[in-house]
């Protein structure tokens, strides 16, 4: 997940997200914030997705699980920031949401399938 996002987030949607911003951004990320989130986020993903695709040997129910895992976090992120951050653009809460429904359910569905592809070795 953390390869996958700092595509997006330092590649693909850059230039979105800085316009999008403006100066709400960062100049630069704060590198300790970042690495909490990359290591709770993935433990959570495990927790509600993965592991419930991988108990019912089914990687599509981990991708749906991680989905709506993304869907979930990433609203309440986003929403709360339209609710309370003046200036706040609706358009970068939309599409950062779909992103982590995205991210979130790939991310789980891989895991899922490493992990049945591992125990039928």
Known sequence: MVAIDLLWLGVIAKDLY???????????PRIGAATLFYLMY???????????GVNADSVMRAAVMGAL???F???????????????????????DIAWGTLVSGVSAAAGAAAVLWYASR
């Open 69 to 71: 895992f993304g869907l």
């Open 42 to 52: 993935p433990v959570g993903l495990v927790i509600f997705a993965v592991m419930p």
């Open 73 to 95: 976090a990433y609203s309440t992120y986003d929403l709360t920031n339209l609710a309370v951050v003046r200036d706040w653009p609706l358009k970068l809460s939309v599409i």
């Open 18 to 28: 800085r316009e999008s911003m403006g100066n709400l951004m960062s100049p630069s």
